[in-house]
């Protein structure tokens, strides 16, 4: 484990390969946590989970949409930062594990490198971004709720007010972009979402 305490160092070490995951605060000296974000996400998948005051929604959904994988409102409790941490390194140490690609119509999903793919095209979306579509993808066809997304992609309950499911599903639908016969992944007012095409193999 290692501390930084300003934008421009906490970049630069972000960027080493050396840590898995990266806590940011929004608030740093030298370069602010959303660009300290950016920056990051243009040249790396690794886990971000950003720290928030609590009147700071717009810059929360913000990170969100520019690829942090959850929040967490300061003043926060310490066990639960320790318990989101933990849910999402259990998402990514599967990468290691060698599975058959997850193929569903046009898409394609390399389980074993965390790589998803559009016909011929690398995808680029986030570590959160991929278990999510690794989700649908399972659960082509079928409504999933908000709860049921939220334990399985974040591994956490679903807050009162909790918008990031639906804010990861909004920057996985731009990046999928519309399939042939429509949205891929079409909201299910007052029950959840569901993948519009069914498995066409496992």
Excluded: C
């Amino acid at each position: 484990m290692e501390a930084v305490h300003d934008g421009p160092r906490g970049l630069a070490r972000a960027l080493s390969k050396e840590h898995a995951l990266v806590v940011l605060d929004l608030m740093l000296p030298g370069m602010g946590g959303l660009d300290v974000l950016r920056s990051l996400r243009a040249q790396s998948p690794i886990p971000v989970v950003i720290l928030t005051a609590r009147g700071e929604d717009i810059d929360r959904i913000l990170g969100l949409e520019i690829g942090a994988d959850d929040y967490l409102p300061k003043p926060f409790n310490p066990r639960e930062l320790v318990a989101r941490i933990r849910a999402i390194l259990r998402r990514t140490v599967r990468a290691g594990v060698a599975a058959s690609p997850l193929v569903v119509g046009d898409l394609r999903l390399d389980l074993a490198a965390r790589e998803a793919w559009l016909n011929d095209i690398l995808l680029n979306v986030t570590s959160v971004e991929f278990t999510l579509l690794e989700a649908f993808l399972r659960g082509a066809g079928r409504i999933l709720t908000r709860e049921h997304l939220t334990e399985t992609v974040l591994g956490r309950k679903l807050a009162p007010f909790d918008r990031v499911i639906d804010v990861h599903v909004g920057n996985l639908r731009k990046k999928l972009g519309p399939a042939q016969n429509g949205e891929r992944i079409k909201t299910v007012r007052g029950s959840g979402y569901i993948f519009a095409l069914r498995p066409e193999a496992r």
